[in-house]
């Protein structure tokens, strides 16, 4: 089993940076694939990005291909989320999400991941 907390999001003006931190707690974190999604108000939950297991492979969201990254440390047991040239669209809590997998891919749908982070808020004003 696996806890997840982020951090790291805040208030920034169009154009601006953040980074988000997802720190997993217990064991074999090399084991977990791990997904980032958002939810703005009124809207359903989305996939942002992903990343296996290794860290080797990784997944985008059309709308955030070259403005996010997604890299995993698996010797520090955290996920990180790189957003670079944030828009008032970007805004949204950001979860994180892990899944136990041998697989050497990565999932980009909500229902493949069983543990979930609290969320953290991001706001881009414009």
């Known amino acids: 089993q696996v806890q997840l907390v982020e951090s790291g999001g805040g208030l920034v003006q169009a154009g601006g940076s953040l980074r988000l931190s997802c720190a997993a707690s217990?064991?074999?974190?090399?084991?977990?694939?791990v997904g980032w999604f958002r939810q703005a108000p009124g809207k359903q939950r989305e996939i942002v990005t992903a990343v296996s297991s290794s860290g080797s492979s990784t997944y985008y969201a059309d709308s955030v291909k070259g403005r996010f990254t997604i890299s995993k440390n698996n010797a520090k047991n955290t996920v990180y989320l790189q957003m670079n040239s944030l828009r008032p669209e970007d805004t949204a809590v950001y979860y994180c999400a892990a899944r136990f997998t041998y697989s050497v891919g990565y999932y980009n749908t909500e229902s493949n991941y069983n543990y979930w982070g609290q969320g953290t808020q991001v706001t881009v004003s414009s």
């Open positions: 217990g064991r074999a974190f090399s084991n977990y694939a």
